[in-house]
Nanobody, 124 residues
Framework: QVQLVESGGGSVQAGGSLRLSCVAS????????MGWFRQAPGKEREGVAG????????SYPDSVKGRFTISQDNAKNTMYLQMNSLKPEDTAMYYC?????????????????WGQGTQVTVSS
């Protein structure tokens, strides 16, 4: 089992920045892929950033590409999401997640471990 705890959410004005952190309760041996998701009220949960723990390769949807950056610090069992140029449509609960399956990707069903979420609110 892996417990994930997010932090760093808050309220910012459009154009501002936030950095989210996700700390794991143990080392991430066996976890191949980590991701950040978000869910706004009335909408489905969507992936906004993913990272392969071994290679460090990353993926983003077009909606956040160039504005969000995912990174990891394996020594600290921590993952980050740097969010710049925030827009009101980025307002959502943000979750970190970990995948230990054979096939991992930035879709909800591939992740077996989830944090409780941290709220991000962007005002215009």
């Amino acid at each position: 089992q892996v417990q994930l705890v997010e932090s760093g959410g808050g309220s910012v004005q459009a154009g501002g920045s936030l950095r989210l952190s996700c700390v794991a309760s143990r080392d991430l041996t066996g976890i191949k892929y980590m991701g950040w998701f978000r869910q706004a009220p009335g909408k489905e949960r969507e992936g906004v950033a993913g990272i392969h723990r071994g290679s460090g390769s990353t993926s983003y949807p077009d909606s956040v590409k160039g504005r969000f950056t995912i990174s990891q610090d394996n020594a600290k069992n921590t993952m980050y999401l740097q969010m710049n140029s925030l827009k009101p449509e980025d307002t959502a609960m943000y979750y970190c997640a970990a995948c230990s399956r054979l096939v991992c990707g930035l879709w909800v069903a591939s992740f077996g471990y989830w944090g409780q979420g941290t709220q991000v609110t962007v005002s215009s």
